[in-house]
């Protein structure tokens, strides 16, 4: 089983709509959760991110974190042509003294939004 | 601030061929890092650094070295490249100590290896 699971779509969607993507992984002591956004030909940029369970608001954007499922989400309220983009999740361990900085990644879901 | 600059964006390269991938950040970050990214494969860790002088290995370093004599840079180099290397490779930092572990990335360096 690998560490984290993505489903890489793609996924279309309708200009308005409310998107939901997942991720689930398997190693417990991840603690930190990730979401990058990766428009075609550029680098992948943060969008949010969580600390352990919860959920977290920004904008159109909210982070849900279920670390009893092992499981992660972001939604996307009210979706725009500029929202298309392959969505990243990634997270990490606590760095307790030690030297594990290592983000682990999804491999991306590729998202479009129809005008 | 300019962020994470990798130059350069696209190389083509004979097989055999050495070359150095290069990476600078204007932020003071402690922790640099490359990835590679194939479709299908996701985001690979190849080498990452957590201060000058000190560099370890990812889950894909065979065939790359890196060495970390400054703060700002993180070079990438390509010993004898080979097709298999032919991917879009990202460099990446973050601050150390601080409770966002969100990273900066670069733009990505192309590299087709023929």
Same mark, same amino acid.
């Not at chain 2, 130059?7 to 922790?31: I, R």
């Given at each position: 089983?690998?560490?984290?699971?993505?489903? &890489?779509?793609?996924?279309?969607?309708?200009?308005?709509?409310?998107?939901?993507?997942?991720?689930?992984?398997?190693?417990?002591? #991840?603690?930190? #959760?990730?979401?990058?956004?990766?428009?075609?030909?550029?680098?992948?940029?943060?969008?949010?991110?969580?600390?352990?369970?919860?959920?977290?608001? /920004?904008?159109? #954007?909210?982070?849900?974190?279920?670390?009893?499922?092992?499981?992660?989400?972001?939604?996307?309220? /009210?979706?725009?042509?500029?929202?298309?983009?392959?969505?990243?999740?990634?997270?990490?361990?606590? &760095?307790?003294?030690?030297?594990?900085?290592?983000?682990? #990644?999804?491999?991306?879901?590729?998202?479009?939004?129809? &005008? | 601030?300019?962020?994470?600059?990798?130059?350069?964006?696209?190389?083509?390269?004979?097989?055999? %061929?050495?070359?150095?991938?290069?990476? +600078? %950040?204007?932020?003071?970050?402690?922790?640099?890092?490359?990835?590679? %990214?194939?479709?299908?494969?996701?985001?690979?860790?190849?080498?990452?650094?957590?201060?000058?002088?000190?560099?370890?290995?990812?889950?894909?370093?065979?065939?790359?070295?890196?060495?970390?004599?400054?703060?700002?840079?993180?070079?990438?180099?390509?010993?004898?490249? +080979?097709?298999? %290397?032919?991917?879009?490779?990202?460099?990446?930092?973050?601050?150390?100590?601080?409770?966002?572990?969100?990273?900066?990335?670069?733009?990505?360096?192309?590299?087709?290896?023929?």
């Amino acid at each position: 089983q690998k560490e984290v699971e993505q489903d &890489p779509g793609p996924l279309s969607v309708p200009e308005g709509a409310i998107v939901s993507l997942n991720c689930t992984y398997s190693n417990s002591a #991840f603690q930190y #959760f990730m979401w990058y956004r990766q428009y075609s030909r550029k680098g992948p940029e943060l969008l949010m991110y969580t600390y352990s369970s919860g959920n977290k608001e /920004d904008g159109r #954007f909210t982070a849900q974190v279920d670390k009893s499922s092992k499981y992660i989400s972001l939604f996307i309220r /009210d979706s725009q042509p500029s929202d298309s983009a392959t969505y990243l999740c990634a997270m990490t361990n606590y &760095p307790s003294g030690g030297s594990n900085y290592k983000l682990t #990644f999804g491999k991306g879901t590729l998202l479009t939004v129809n &005008p | 601030n300019a962020g994470v600059t990798q130059t350069p964006k696209f190389q083509v390269l004979k097989t055999g %061929q050495s070359m150095t991938l290069q990476c +600078a %950040q204007d932020m003071n970050h402690e922790y640099m890092s490359w990835y590679r %990214q194939d479709p299908g494969m996701g985001l690979r860790l190849i080498h990452y650094s957590v201060g000058a002088g000190i560099t370890d290995q990812g889950e894909v370093p065979n065939g790359y070295n890196v060495s970390r004599s400054t703060t700002e840079d993180f070079p990438l180099r390509l010993l004898s490249a +080979a097709p298999s %290397q032919t991917s879009v490779y990202f460099c990446a930092s973050r601050t150390l100590g601080t409770t966002n572990y969100g990273y900066t990335f670069g733009s990505g360096t192309r590299l087709t290896v023929v």
